[in-house]
């Protein structure tokens, strides 16, 4: 590989754009894609001194690859992170950190407001291996604190949380984690580093869905672990390695590429849902709209707080339960029913019935899902059409 200019002196802009790239021998201005598995070595002592540590340089793309790299370098340049590590889905990264981060006989603690899947890592597969798992009120500090236990190894919270943009205080927990030794995780899909860097704020290691807002245009599946030297070093490196949830070299090219214009797009995704917000608060069938930066917004200041912009989900709730919610979907012309988010196109799915119909009705409840609930990845077309299409299918609902 070629020349890689200096980046430490970049702001987070140029980083966005420029952070992390290697050239290689054909000096390309784009990030190449490098597409392979294996790599050839100049001799068998090179190969043996590889596989030794000795020399730098790639083995296999199990373990490493250029491409995928370059996205892991640019992401810790945007969240201000020490080192990253890319994975085949979110759901892989998160699974990773927890099964690479404990053994038996430990215990988490997590806020209840989580995406169904995380849910279920937590809840079903961890006490499979004799893991332990409270379940905890985010916004309730001394919840948090009362769940701690010796045992306690890692605290896990999204926030905003999936579908019901709960927010939870990543600075008091991050103390709660300290004070007894544990590390919090946080799951920081619904910000991406453009709005949030759980890191500024104590967080000591953070999980990404990269399928989201970071591809930003509904292509790829990913996933990122963001940490310190010591996690990579002592529990991830060698679990990642052998367990093989590697990213695909592909699909990091096309989160590279889409990192360059992360932070235009969820300017562009925070405004836009704002006005939808906004608008949907008018309208006589809806009963609750959740955004993080309305001032209606239970914990509006904390947003502000943590957050440089709302981001591109607004939760909503119709009168009429389950049966308007469906009319309502089933009545939209422009935004599509997907249980995806994060897309340029606009997307709408009703959580009860899909994200989180794995759940128990006591999980689902606590989780904030109810049965008029809707969530609207609000997309980069024109707010003037969405809030038509959204009038006009609340006519029918
Ligand atoms: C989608 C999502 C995940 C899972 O990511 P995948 O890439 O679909 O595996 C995890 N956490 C949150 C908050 C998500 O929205």
């Given at each position: ?22 050239r290689s ?10 597409f392979?598995?294996?790599y ?7 190969a043996?001194?590889r ?10 793309s ?17 969240e201000?992170a ?8 979110g ?5 990773a950190?927890?099964l690479?981060g404990?053994?038996?006989g430990?215990h988490v ?30 916004s309730?500090l ?27 205080d990543?600075?008091a ?8 030794g ?6 920081n899909?619904f910000?991406?580093?453009?709005l ?10 953070v ?26 070093d ?18 990091a090219?096309?989160?590279?590429k889409?990192?360059e ?16 917000a ?9 009963t609750?709209v959740l955004?993080?930066?309305?001032a ?20 909503f709730?119709v ?20 249980s ?7 997307l709408?799915?009703?959580p009860e ?12 409840a ?32």
């Amino acid at each position: 590989m070629g020349t890689n200019k200096k980046p430490g002196k970049w702001r987070k802009r140029t980083q966005a754009v420029r952070g992390g790239q290697v050239r290689s021998a054909f000096q390309e201005t784009c990030e190449p894609l490098i597409f392979t598995a294996g790599y050839a070595y100049e001799d068998a002592e090179e190969a043996a001194a590889r596989f030794k540590g000795e020399s730098p340089g790639y083995q296999y793309s199990r373990i490493a690859n250029p491409t995928v790299s370059m996205f892991e370098e640019r992401m810790a340049l945007l969240e201000g992170a020490p080192v990253a590590r890319a994975t085949a889905t979110g759901m892989a990264a998160v699974s990773a950190v927890f099964l690479a981060g404990l053994k038996t006989g430990d215990h988490v603690v997590s806020a209840n407001a989580l995406f169904g899947s995380c849910r279920y890592v937590l809840e079903t597969v961890l006490p499979r291996f004799g893991i332990g798992c409270t379940f905890v009120e985010g916004s309730d500090l001394g919840a948090w604190k009362a769940a701690m236990r010796p045992q306690t190894r890692l605290l896990f919270m999204e926030t905003p949380s999936n579908p019901t943009l709960a927010i939870v205080d990543i600075a008091a927990v991050a103390k709660i984690a300290d004070a007894n030794g544990a590390r919090l995780v946080v799951d920081n899909a619904f910000a991406t580093p453009a709005l949030q860097r759980p890191m500024e704020f104590g967080a000591h290691i953070v999980v990404h869905s990269s399928t989201k807002f970071i591809d930003g245009q509904g292509r790829a599946l990913g996933g990122v672990i963001l940490c310190r030297q010591d996690f990579l070093d002592e529990n991830l490196n060698l679990f990642l390695r052998n367990t093989g949830p590697a990213l695909s070299p592909f699909n990091a090219w096309l989160h590279l590429k889409s990192l360059e214009t992360l932070e235009l797009r969820m300017k562009q995704h925070s405004e836009n849902a704002l006005a939808v917000a906004d608008f949907l608060a008018g309208q006589k069938k809806v009963t609750r709209v959740l955004y993080p930066f309305r001032a209606d917004h239970p914990q509006h200041n904390l947003a502000k707080s943590q957050m440089d912009g709302g981001g591109g989900v607004v939760t909503f709730e119709v009168e009429g339960g389950n049966r308007a919610a469906f009319k309502l979907l089933n009545a939209l012309k422009l935004i599509d029913i997907s249980s995806n988010l994060g897309d340029a196109k606009s997307l709408a799915t009703h959580p009860e019935t899909t994200t989180h119909q794995k759940l128990t009705p006591e999980a689902r409840a606590a989780a904030g899902v109810t049965n008029g609930l809707l969530r609207l990845s609000v997309g980069l077309e024109d707010t003037d059409d969405l809030c038509e299409d959204l009038e006009q299918a609340l006519k029918v609902a």
